[in-house]
């Protein structure tokens, strides 16, 4: 009999703690999903001043960029690219500013997705081999964001590995558009040429694939050509490791879409979303 009472009141206890470490998680997660709420978007912390001057000018130079970036989180190819289409240019500086309602959806399971309803943020033009990237999805108190690759930029098509259960396929850019931040990268130093094979390769070698939030971990981090599974990160890096690219800035086990971010190996297209001096 007393062994019996005995063996009761250690499963109560267990149980008991059972409860309390429970409620801690909980706890911690609600606080943590609380505090990330407040990176969900980043407002530049300069003010926002008049473009008209710089805008008539006819050539711009490198002080002129450089206010025009900070205003508008447009970089010098997107800058390039819109001589002809200066009028856009105060779009994506109305962009850089919004401050719309954040909502919140689910991107996967927990994992939620910041946005804002009914606002989609202007798009610098792309080219093919860009990379776009965003905080904008968070799990349990960590912004482990998203990432793309576009292959097709006169359609839009972003390649993507998206969540569990999913192969990874052509998406347009409109969940990033609609997402409270994402900035645009493009490799420096390569031709068209170059970053249309590496569009061109992800698409022949990438495209199709299941997801796995473990590769690095549980698989090879550099499959080859016969790759198995993949995430979003992971693709993008691939993609480029194809080619002799190390784009994970830490050079860890687990390539990130802030890794992606911090490489400098790319120049910034488009910032939005995002504080244009630190960006991520």
Known sequence: MKNGRRAKKIASAVLAWFFVFLG???????VSEAVVDNSARTLPVYAREDLTAV??????????????????????PALQAMKNQRERIPYFQDALYYEGTIKHDLAA?????????????????????DVI?????????????????????ETGSVLQSVAPGTDSHIESTDWFLGSTNFIVLRLKGAG????????????????????????????????????KKTNCSHLVWQAYKYF????DSD??????????????????????????????
């Open 133 to 153: 990237v965003s905080s904008s999805c968070h799990t349990f108190g960590w912004r482990n964001g998203h990432a793309g690759l576009v292959v097709n930029a």
């Open 24 to 30: 801690v998680v909980l706890v911690f997660l609600s």
């Open 192 to 227: 068209k040429e170059e970053r249309n094979e590496i569009a061109k390769t992800a698409m022949a070698r990438l495209k199709g694939i299941p997801y796995s939030l473990l590769v690095g971990i549980l698989s090879p981090k550099d499959a080859g050509e016969t790759v």
């Open 55 to 76: 805008l008539a000018k006819d050539v711009w130079n490198e002080e002129d960029l450089s206010f025009l970036y900070r205003q508008t989180g447009l970089g010098r």
């Open 251 to 280: 050079g860890g086990a687990v390539c990130t879409a802030r890794d992606i971010a911090k490489c400098d190996l790319f120049e910034v297209v488009q910032v939005y979303g995002f504080d244009p001096d630190k960006l991520w």
């Open 244 to 247: 002799g690219y190390e784009i």
């Open 109 to 129: 399971f927990s994992t939620p997705h910041d946005y804002f309803e009914n606002y989609s943020a202007p798009l610098a033009p792309l080219e093919n081999g």
